[in-house]
């Protein structure tokens, strides 16, 4: 009995985690953006309102470097992975730091169509770029 309540527990976990519940949605489409040499590469990315994305923040230098998106991501629902430390607020996501030759993945979908800067707010780097939702 011991062992059909362990089997049931486990296709409980594959089937919550596993790629069906996931398979609705459409995929996300991914984009990178680099951190190198105190500049975020590309200066501006374009996106598409409405469309799940999947953004790719890697950081080639030896410094820490944070992602401030200044209004793109208010009051919208971010999921973060990477090694990098997220910060949120009550009206959500606020920036995340990226250590030396980290990498940070977000993911949301664009709300609001428009020309978003985000920068880089460490004391000394003026790292600026944008994102062009359409
Ligand atoms: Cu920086």
């Known amino acids: 009995m ?11 976990a594959v089937g919550f985690l ?11 489409t991914s984009f990178e953006v680099v951190a190198s040499k105190r500049a975020f590469t ?9 469309k799940p994305v999947t953004l790719v923040i890697r950081n080639d ?3 820490l470097h944070a992602f401030v998106p ?13 090694n990098g430390a997220p910060e949120f607020n009550e009206a959500g996501f606020v ?5 030396p030759h980290g990498r940070v993945e977000l993911r949301f979908t664009p709300k ?4 978003f ?15 062009v939702v359409k």
Not at 6 to 11: C, P, R, S, V
Not at 70 to 82: K, M, P, Y
Not at 95 to 99: A, D, H, K, S, Y
């Open 70 to 82: 200044l209004l793109l991501l208010q009051r919208t629902n971010v999921q973060v992975s990477g």
């Open 117 to 131: 800067h985000y920068i880089c707010d460490l004391p000394g780097h003026s790292m600026r770029a944008q994102i």
């Open 112 to 115: 609001t169509t428009g020309t």
């Open 18 to 28: 596993g790629p069906l519940t996931v398979a609705a949605e459409a995929p996300p």
């Open 42 to 50: 590309p200066e501006t990315l374009t996106v598409q309102q409405g």
């Open 2 to 12: 011991k062992t059909a309540g362990a089997f049931i527990g486990l296709a409980l």
């Open 95 to 99: 920036r995340v730091l990226i250590p």
């Open 61 to 63: 230098d030896e410094d």
